[in-house]
């Protein structure tokens, strides 16, 4: 894992400095958007509105529009902000765990002793531990005032994000305002229901059936031949950065023909020679090069 903050964390007089780590990882396949009549990349471009000229990354900033004005946002704005200079993670209180509502909990990020004594991080993981608290604490990352809960996780400190309190909706529905009248016949094979499920939790023991479904049909699809060559169809890196767009065309065309030709069992070197003689089926004009 690689770290994504430095900071140190502080109650009272004690100073723990920490590095931060994602706790979590997104296991889902990584798919991309392609055309649908020859699978060619679909790629997004951060395009300017007053010159239609595509726009690098490094020259983006932010703006706020209140509807009539805006105000536009630089990075050295954003760094001249105390808060976002600020690296500390302040606890502000101990509460009872059960006093965090599941609801509000979001990002996790997984802290690491930065220091070459770890007692600092021991004495605040064991009091934790000790008086079964959970640490509130005010920090500033990437950008936003966050909120969390740092609490121990075997035996490391674990940092949670909390949702703030405005950002929790309110749930109000009028038909649970009814009254309902529950039999204790029915509350006793409900419950027993209930007991004929009990179990203790493993969360090793369930799979996410549908990634996995996925990776098997991708997997099948790649040994039916079923595949694009991702450099011919998708073009390098170098061609994204002004290649000639005629020739990333023709080996488009070039991979999709010899990909039918393979699933209808034709022998693409007859295609071939059609198309040098001008046999071969109509298709549509490659879009004319832009002028430079």
Known sequence: MRSIWKG???????????????????????????HAADGGRIRYQRICEIDGEVVPYSDIDKAYDDGERTVVLTSDDFAALPSERSREIEVVEFVPTEQIDLLTLDKAYYLEPDSKSPKAYVLLRQTLEQTDRTAIVRFALRQKTRLAALRV??????????????????????????????????????ASLVDSFSSDFDPTEFTDDYQKELRTLIEAKLDK??????????????????GEVIDLMAALRASVEKSRAARSGSDPAKKDAGADTGSAPAKKKPA?????
Do not use: C, M
Not at 234 to 242: L, Q, V
Not at 288 to 292: D, F, G, I, N, T
């Open 8 to 34: 140190a964390l502080t109650f009272g007089l004690v100073n723990v400095p920490v590095k931060v780590y994602s706790a979590t990882e997104d296991h889902d396949v990584s798919l991309h958007q392609v």
């Open 153 to 190: 996780r075997g035996d490391v400190l674990v940092l949670q994000t909390l949702l703030w309190a405005d950002e929790v909706r309110e749930a109000s529905f009028p038909v649970l305002d009814e009254p309902v009248k529950i039999s204790s016949k029915e509350l006793e094979l409900s």
């Open 225 to 242: 031949g079923e595949a694009f060559d991702t450099t011919e169809t998708f073009g390098e890196k170098a061609d994204a950065e002004g």
């Open 288 to 292: 004319k090069k832009k002028a430079s």
